[in-house]
């Protein structure tokens, strides 16, 4: 479903001098259509000034996601304070008089006076704009006379490759009349030319036919990575009991103690519970106290009490004395036990007891929301020290692999392959690398090259995860059927196919609304060192951020070249290993980096002994190398 929003120009309305009467009727003309193409997601009144027209226009189509389709009412005709088309005219990026004919042929059958109305229609970016006139009737019968075709303007406005070859297709039927859908049976558009297709119709294109350039424009990585936040939005809170379970997962609330620690007065160290004041000399034993234990009785002056580490200590008690400065005076009867034990060093008050809450008091703060738990213990310690049973998290996002492709087989069959198959190293790489940084992925399987298994099995997969990671068919091939599935088959919107870097162009990174849920799917080439490196630079980001990690994006060392490396055209992930040099006392002096040899995205064995990944600029006029010793941007990977 395409997105829609309404903008009403009226100095009136604007002043709550009047009610918008058209704002509302178009917006019911949109969302009356059969099948439902369009949802209004954004309306919004402004005064017949043309910096408010602007500003608004220019919010709802340069903001991530932009507006299919706005549409102005107002402003349109030859009062003084009508400037509509003045304001929206500088805006086009490409102008669109098809439209503005049919509407005013259609509106002129009705009354001369359309003459007077000074509609115009193009496209800013990816969104098509219409301005139409200021009165109910007027705007919703100009709206009418083009409504069937505007689900056109606005798929070929957002890039859909498919959508040429349809609308040509239609236009070039056996007649070579293009029909307009028939309305309904009750009167309604329709607008769903290929939704009575049955799964997979339609979208394997005869080779002579397939486009022979990509219709996605290639964006910078930055760009990339500012859609993919937009829509990496945090999951909901749920509970997780405090188990291995917890690693990865981030606090969503403040976790307060549920008891004093220590819960009684303890000893630190094996020795004698004294009372400090008797100081040194020779004193009965009266009993002994090991960890576990049930508190012993109360120590009186001139006696002494042995205790462990971990024990408590005895009523009375104000100081322990360390068996080291200790010897035996005497023995039981029957030399089993200590009689009497002399005491060499004085202590003072406090020494070698833990107090009552003196690690921490009921109540106070043990680990705060916004907290990693790590798998290096000290969360997950704290926590059951504390009585602590479980904990409210923000939920980690379900990942969903799954690998396509008529020469895929899995990668542990035991048999030689045919000439033609390869081994699926893709979907084992990256479910070790989601797992490594504890994120549940399941095993889609492999997906053939037949839309509509690929349809079905998608579908299948995305109801039961929340991230969907494929590999392969998005790139210009015959049989990559993997974008126009998606957006035709699934109605998902593909938010950008290319990206200039190297390796990874063709990456592609789409969204679904299921059953009310936003899905995210990032469709990563086929060759098995892309399809890493895409992983760990945009879907391992978007993984945590989803979790609710604050600091989520990939950490970043700067270390130098051990030996040169020529500049690609684009910017490019270099697959390299990261090591470090000690200093004096073995301290880290500095950092180098060293490639892993050719850097080809089908060369598996180049992310061999990779635990970085330099970040490297274009090459340029200034720039078209680099020297051992300069010093590079490294993006970790792990193993460092």
């Given at each position: 479903?395409?997105?829609?929003?309404?903008?009403?120009?009226?100095?009136?309305?604007?002043?709550?001098?009047?009610?918008?009467?058209?704002?509302?009727?178009?917006?019911?003309?949109?969302?009356?259509?059969?099948?439902?193409?369009?949802?209004?997601?954004?309306?919004?009144?402004?005064?017949?000034?043309?910096?408010?027209?602007?500003?608004?226009?220019?919010?709802?189509?340069?903001?991530?996601?932009?507006?299919?389709?706005?549409?102005?009412?107002?402003?349109?005709?030859?009062?003084?304070?009508?400037?509509?088309?003045?304001?929206?005219?500088?805006?086009?990026?490409?102008?669109?008089?098809?439209?503005?004919?049919?509407?005013?042929?259609?509106?002129?059958?009705?009354?001369?006076?359309?003459a007077l109305s000074r509609p115009v229609?193009?496209?800013?970016?990816?969104?098509?704009?219409?301005?139409?006139?200021?009165?109910?009737?007027?705007?919703?019968?100009?709206?009418?006379?083009?409504?069937?075709?505007?689900?056109?303007?606005?798929?070929?406005?957002?890039?859909?490759?498919?959508?040429?070859?349809?609308?040509?297709?239609?236009?070039?039927?056996?007649?070579?009349?293009?029909?307009?859908?028939?309305?309904?049976?009750?009167?309604?558009?329709?607008?769903?030319?290929?939704?009575?297709?049955?799964?997979?119709?339609?979208?394997?294109?005869?080779?002579?036919?397939?486009?022979?350039?990509?219709?996605?424009?290639?964006?910078?990585?930055?760009?990339?990575?500012?859609?993919?936040?937009?829509?990496?939005?945090?999951?909901?809170?749920?509970?997780?009991?405090?188990?291995?379970?917890?690693?990865?997962?981030?606090?969503?609330?403040?976790?307060?103690?549920?008891?004093?620690?220590?819960?009684?007065?303890?000893?630190?160290?094996?020795?004698y519970a004294v009372i400090a004041s008797?100081?040194?000399?020779?004193?009965?034993?009266?009993?002994?106290?090991?960890?576990?234990?049930?508190?012993?009785?109360?120590?009186?002056?001139?006696?002494?009490?042995?205790?462990?580490?971990?024990?408590?200590?005895?009523?009375?008690?104000?100081?322990?004395?360390?068996?080291?400065?200790?010897?035996?005076?005497?023995?039981?009867?029957?030399?089993?036990?200590?009689?009497?034990?002399?005491?060499?060093?004085?202590?003072?008050?406090?020494?070698?007891?833990?107090?009552?809450?003196?690690?921490?008091?009921?109540?106070?703060?043990?680990?705060?929301?916004?907290?990693?738990?790590?798998?290096?213990?000290?969360?997950?310690?704290?926590?059951?020290?504390?009585?602590?049973?479980?904990?409210?998290?923000?939920?980690?996002?379900?990942?969903?692999?799954?690998?396509?492709?008529?020469?895929?087989?899995?990668?542990?069959?035991?048999?030689?392959?045919?000439?033609?198959?390869?081994?699926?190293?893709?979907?084992?790489?990256?479910?070790?690398?989601?797992?490594?940084?504890?994120?549940?992925?399941?095993?889609?399987?492999?997906?053939?090259?037949?839309?509509?298994?690929?349809?079905?099995?998608?579908?299948?997969?995305?109801?039961?995860?929340?991230?969907?990671?494929?590999?392969?068919?998005?790139?210009?091939?015959?049989?990559?059927?993997?974008?126009?599935?998606?957006?035709?088959?699934?109605?998902?919107?593909?938010?950008?196919?290319?990206?200039?870097?190297?390796?990874?162009?063709?990456?592609?990174?789409?969204?679904?609304?299921?059953?009310?849920?936003?899905?995210?799917?990032?469709?990563?080439?086929?060759?098995?060192?892309?399809?890493?490196?895409?992983?760990?630079?945009?879907?391992?980001?978007?993984?945590?951020?989803?979790?609710?990690?604050?600091?989520?994006?990939?950490?970043?060392?700067?270390?130098?070249?051990?030996?040169?490396?020529?500049?690609?055209?684009?910017?490019?992930?270099?697959?390299?290993?990261?090591?470090?040099?000690?200093?004096?006392?073995?301290?880290?002096?500095?950092?180098y980096v060293t490639g892993t040899g050719?850097?080809?995205?089908?060369?598996?064995?180049?992310?061999?002994?990779?635990?970085?990944?330099?970040?490297?600029?274009?090459?340029?006029?200034?720039?078209?190398?680099?020297?051992?010793?300069?010093?590079?941007?490294?993006?970790?990977?792990?193993?460092?």
């Amino acid at each position: 479903m395409f997105t829609a929003g309404i903008l009403t120009i009226s100095d009136r309305v604007s002043q709550s001098l009047a009610a918008d009467a058209s704002g509302p009727a178009l917006s019911a003309l949109l969302n009356s259509s059969n099948p439902q193409r369009f949802s209004v997601m954004k309306t919004a009144v402004v005064s017949d000034e043309i910096s408010e027209i602007q500003k608004v226009i220019m919010n709802w189509c340069d903001t991530i996601p932009p507006v299919d389709l706005l549409l102005t009412t107002g402003g349109t005709g030859f009062g003084v304070r009508d400037v509509t088309p003045e304001a929206v005219s500088p805006l086009f990026t490409k102008t669109s008089q098809g439209l503005v004919i049919a509407m005013l042929n259609n509106t002129l059958k009705i009354t001369p006076l359309a003459a007077l109305s000074r509609p115009v229609a193009g496209v800013r970016n990816k969104t098509v704009i219409l301005t139409l006139p200021g009165s109910k009737k007027g705007s919703c019968e100009n709206l009418s006379a083009i409504l069937d075709v505007l689900e056109h303007a606005v798929e070929l406005a957002r890039g859909d490759r498919m959508a040429g070859e349809k609308l040509h297709k239609e236009i070039s039927g056996s007649n070579g009349v293009y029909e307009v859908p028939a309305k309904s049976s009750e009167g309604q558009r329709g607008c769903g030319h290929h939704h009575h297709k049955k799964h997979g119709e339609g979208y394997e294109v005869p080779v002579v036919l397939r486009p022979r350039e990509s219709t996605f424009p290639t964006i910078p990585i930055s760009e990339a990575f500012s859609i993919i936040d937009t829509h990496a939005q945090q999951l909901p809170e749920v509970l997780v009991p405090v188990s291995d379970a917890l690693i990865g997962h981030v606090l969503s609330k403040d976790v307060v103690a549920k008891e004093n620690v220590p819960a009684f007065r303890a000893s630190v160290v094996d020795g004698y519970a004294v009372i400090a004041s008797d100081g040194t000399g020779t004193f009965p034993v009266i009993s002994s106290s090991t960890a576990g234990q049930t508190l012993p009785s109360t120590l009186k002056p001139s006696t002494i009490a042995r205790v462990t580490t971990g024990a408590p200590v005895p009523p009375g008690t104000t100081g322990v004395v360390m068996v080291e400065y200790t010897t035996i005076a005497s023995l039981t009867a029957d030399s089993k036990e200590e009689e009497t034990i002399t005491i060499h060093q004085k202590v003072n008050d406090g020494d070698n007891i833990r107090e009552i809450g003196s690690d921490l008091k009921l109540g106070e703060m043990v680990v705060e929301k916004g907290t990693v738990v790590t798998e290096v213990g000290g969360e997950i310690g704290v926590l059951a020290s504390v009585g602590v049973l479980e904990a409210a998290c923000i939920r980690k996002p379900v990942l969903g692999v799954l690998s396509t492709g008529n020469e895929v087989v899995d990668f542990n069959t035991t048999a030689p392959l045919p000439i033609g198959k390869i081994r699926d190293t893709n979907k084992i790489t990256i479910s070790v690398i989601a797992r490594q940084h504890h994120f549940e992925c399941l095993d889609l399987g492999v997906a053939p090259d037949s839309a509509t298994e690929l349809e079905s099995t998608l579908l299948k997969a995305l109801e039961k995860i929340d991230v969907l990671v494929t590999t392969g068919g998005v790139s210009m091939g015959e049989m990559d059927l993997l974008k126009p599935v998606l957006e035709k088959g699934l109605g998902a919107q593909i938010h950008f196919g290319r990206v200039f870097l190297k390796p990874g162009k063709p990456t592609t990174f789409a969204t679904l609304e299921l059953n009310g849920v936003k899905k995210l799917i990032f469709a990563l080439p086929g060759n098995p060192v892309s399809a890493t490196v895409m992983f760990n630079v945009f879907v391992l980001p978007a993984l945590r951020k989803m979790s609710g990690y604050t600091n989520y994006k990939n950490k970043q060392v700067r270390a130098k070249l051990t030996h040169g490396i020529k500049l690609d055209s684009r910017p490019e992930f270099y697959r390299a290993n990261l090591t470090f040099a000690s200093g004096s006392n073995n301290l880290v002096s500095e950092m180098y980096v060293t490639g892993t040899g050719k850097q080809q995205s089908s060369r598996m064995a180049s992310l061999k002994g990779a635990n970085c990944l330099l970040v490297l600029p274009p090459r340029s006029d200034q720039l078209s190398e680099l020297k051992e010793g300069d010093v590079v941007d490294a993006l970790i990977l792990g193993g460092v």
